[in-house]
């Protein structure tokens, strides 16, 4: 399995940007993909962001044009830019590496930042 540990959340108020930062415990292109996820009180984990070899990227409807995923393979090391967040961005965010094997998936995830968005 992977090591991740997430930071960069915090309050911020509504219309303002977070950068979350993802740090991978070894080379970030060698991971089939990676995604950011969220939980909301009360609501089940869902998938914001993910981010495949070849820098295929996709975003939940509900971010688009507002969330870029990016990643640093310097670094190893993967970011959420979140602009013009709302209220209903509140949550705790996870950082996941999926890897595909013949046998089967294997999901690592992080710890979780949260994000919490005042009105």
């Known amino acids: 399995q992977v090591q991740l540990v997430e930071s960069g959340g915090g309050l911020v108020q509504a219309g303002g940007s977070l950068r979350l930062s993802c740090v991978v415990s070894r080379s970030i292109f060698s991971i089939d993909r990676m995604a950011w996820y969220r939980q909301a009180p009360g609501k089940q984990r869902e998938l914001v962001a993910s981010i495949r070899y070849g820098d295929n990227k996709n975003y939940a409807d509900s971010v688009k044009a507002r969330f870029t995923i990016s990643r640093d393979s310097a670094k190893n090391t993967l970011y959420l830019q979140m602009n013009s967040l709302k209220p209903e961005d509140t949550g705790v965010y996870y950082c996941?590496?999926?890897?595909?094997?013949?046998?089967?998936?294997?999901?690592?995830w992080g710890q979780g930042t949260q994000v919490t968005v005042s009105s």
């Open positions: 996941n590496a999926l890897e595909e094997y013949g046998s089967g998936p294997v999901n690592s």
